[in-house]
């Protein structure tokens, strides 16, 4: 497809698990975001990746948040020894503009 | 440090009647702005944007946006809501490239028949 993919698109875990949330960007955008929202919040920046930059990490909560981009192209977000708060939906987003952002329709985790 | 302020967490309009979603950036620089919408359970879909060309933005679904450096705004209006409209805005600033950008809290959007 020509969209943003993101898999899973449920994730139910138990506390203590790690989970790793995948997202396949729209091919040849180099930027590629991560986003978490919670239930009524609004949009959490987590990290950002940009060509061959070092990415940003400034958005991640806690060292427990890893993500990695491949070959410039899939990302995956990996959270180790998921806690309640985690529970939220995480949403990629890939970019050839600047601020005009293509979302995936997002990773839903609930840890119970 | 860039800001976006979404003035109405929620707004209720009825369906046939204008729709007016207020936003307000801050920015040191020339901005691009954007308008996101989302639906339930979905994710996040373009809208509209602006980037120093017409002050006056036509997006999809009938919406529009004008800026106003002046007032430093960016308001979203539809001179008639319809029930699909019913949704999540978000109101998007972009300024220095790729990495500053900035999301408004959003403004739920509510219509009622």
């Known amino acids: 497809g020509a969209g943003v993919s993101q898999s899973p698109s449920n994730k139910v875990t138990e506390k203590g698990k790690d989970v790793e949330l995948r997202c396949d960007p729209i091919?040849?955008?180099?930027?590629l975001y991560w986003y978490r929202q919670s239930l009524g919040q609004g949009l959490e920046f987590l990290i950002y990746?940009?060509?061959?930059?070092?990415?940003?990490k400034s958005g991640l909560p806690s060292d427990r948040f890893s993500a990695e981009r491949t070959g410039g192209s899939v990302s995956t977000l990996t959270i180790q020894r998921t806690q309640q708060e985690d529970s939220a939906v995480y949403l990629c987003?890939?970019?050839?503009?600047?601020?005009?952002?293509?979302f995936g329709e997002g990773s839903r985790l609930t840890v119970l | 440090a860039q800001s976006v302020t979404q003035l109405d967490s929620h707004v209720s309009v009825s369906e046939g009647t204008p729709v007016l979603l207020r936003c307000n950036y801050s920015?040191?620089?020339?901005?691009?702005l954007f308008w996101y919408v989302q639906h339930p359970n979905k994710g996040l879909q373009l809208l509209l944007k602006y980037t120093s060309a017409a002050t006056l933005v036509k997006g999809i679904n009938g919406f529009e946006a004008e800026f106003k450096k002046s007032e430093t705004s960016f308001h979203l209006t539809k001179p008639s809501a319809h029930m699909s409209d019913a949704a999540e805005y978000f109101c998007v600033q972009s300024s220095g490239g790729y990495q500053k950008v900035t999301f408004g809290t959003g403004t739920k959007l509510q219509v009622i028949p």
């Open positions: 091919s040849g955008h180099t930027a």
């Open positions: 990746f940009q060509g061959n930059s070092a990415p940003d």
């Open positions: 920015s040191s620089y020339s901005p691009s």
């Open positions: 987003a890939s970019s050839l503009v600047p601020g005009e952002l293509f």
